[in-house]
């Protein structure tokens, strides 16, 4: 019994963690870190606007003083393996809307909407008070409570890209 307490204890301290680690390519895996890194580092994910500073890599090891101070990057330590893993969900899209000539307008295209794993379609437009372009900056997610109250926003409906684009698919094999 003794001996399997050392040699559980053995493979605790030798195995290394693992985070997910931006390549050369570009492309992020999951990575065996050396056996002195304990901490994984990883960009800061923004709902319903996506990964706040692309120049933020995946990597074993932590985040520069500059990165923490911006927000754009976030330091993990975990028993598990990948802790800096970003787990999104499918895009999704809303109209969009800019001001021009004292009034908010949609425009032709539409915006695409970043979002986390189990985080629901949500997206807004300008509501009856919205005089100022100021007062809509995003068509991506819910509106707050204070926007709704002062009627700056209103709540609208959202189109989830790959359930578009599968509709499409099964039209035109219908075709």
């Known amino acids: 019994m003794k001996v399997l307490l050392v040699l559980c204890a053995?493979?605790?301290f030798s195995s290394a963690l693992k985070c997910h680690v931006t390549g050369e390519d570009d492309a992020v895996t999951s990575t065996e870190?050396?056996?002195?890194?304990?901490?994984?580092?990883g960009p800061v994910f923004v709902e319903y606007t996506g990964i706040k500073d692309?120049?933020?890599?995946?990597?074993?090891?932590?985040?520069?003083?500059?990165?923490?101070?911006?927000?754009?990057?976030?330091?993990?330590e975990t028993a598990g393996d990948d802790c800096n893993a970003i787990d999104t969900?499918?895009?999704?899209?809303?109209?969009?809307?800019?001001?021009?000539?004292?009034?908010f307008t949609k425009k032709a295209d539409k915006a695409t909407c970043k979002r986390l794993k189990g985080t629901?379609?949500?997206c807004r437009k300008p509501g009856t008070k919205a005089t100022e372009a100021a007062f809509f900056t995003s068509p991506c997610g819910p509106c707050g409570s204070d926007?709704?109250?002062?009627?700056?926003?209103?709540?609208?409906?959202?189109?989830?890209?790959?359930?578009?684009?599968?509709?499409?698919?099964?039209?035109?094999?219908?075709l």
Do not use: H, R
């Open 10 to 12: 053995l493979f605790a």
């Open 33 to 41: 870190c050396t056996n002195e890194e304990a901490t994984c580092s």
């Open 54 to 76: 692309a120049a933020v890599k995946y990597s074993c090891g932590e985040c520069t003083q500059e990165q923490i101070d911006a927000g754009s990057c976030k330091n993990c």
């Open 89 to 103: 969900d499918e895009d999704f899209m809303c109209d969009d809307y800019e001001f021009k000539d004292s009034a």
């Open 120 to 122: 629901e379609a949500k």
């Open 147 to 174: 926007e709704s109250l002062a009627k700056t926003c209103e709540n609208g409906s959202a189109t989830v890209v790959f359930s578009a684009v599968l509709g499409l698919l099964v039209l035109f094999n219908l």
